[in-house]
């Protein structure tokens, strides 16, 4: 069984910073791709940033620029480095795995999500 664990969010206060972890448990079939997405409260879920199966990575513009996808394949975790974080980034920030066709910030492409964590970015 596949599961993810987030971890590392918490409160900040504008333009400081934090470091999102996510760890992949389980045996999850290779290759996989993983990304972020945020949902803020009465908002739908968007897609944060990616990691392809070959390590391409792809931002979306409002964080591109302020934040860094990275990942751990050998011991299978996946990062998240948010700087400059303004208070439209307060969102529930959530890790998912997928294989297959890799299409960055369509949820549905992603099988295995985690649980979330709690970004609060106060101004």
């Known amino acids: 069984q596949v599961q993810l664990v987030e971890s590392g969010g918490g409160s900040v206060q504008a333009g400081g910073s934090l470091r999102l972890s996510c760890a992949i448990s389980g045996s999850i079939d290779t290759p996989y791709f993983v990304g972020w997405f945020r949902q803020a409260p009465g908002k739908e879920r968007e897609g944060v940033a990616s990691v392809g199966q070959v390590g391409s990575t792809v931002y979306k513009k409002y964080v591109e620029g302020r934040f860094t996808i990275s990942q751990d394949k050998v011991n299978k975790f996946l990062y998240l480095q948010m700087n400059t974080l303004t208070p439209e980034d307060t969102a529930i920030y959530y890790c998912?795995?997928?294989?297959?066709?890799?299409?960055?910030?369509?949820?549905?492409?992603?099988?295995?999500w985690g649980q979330g964590t709690q970004v609060t970015v106060s101004s």
């Open positions: 998912a795995a997928g294989q297959g066709q890799w299409k960055a910030f369509e949820p549905g492409r992603y099988k295995y």
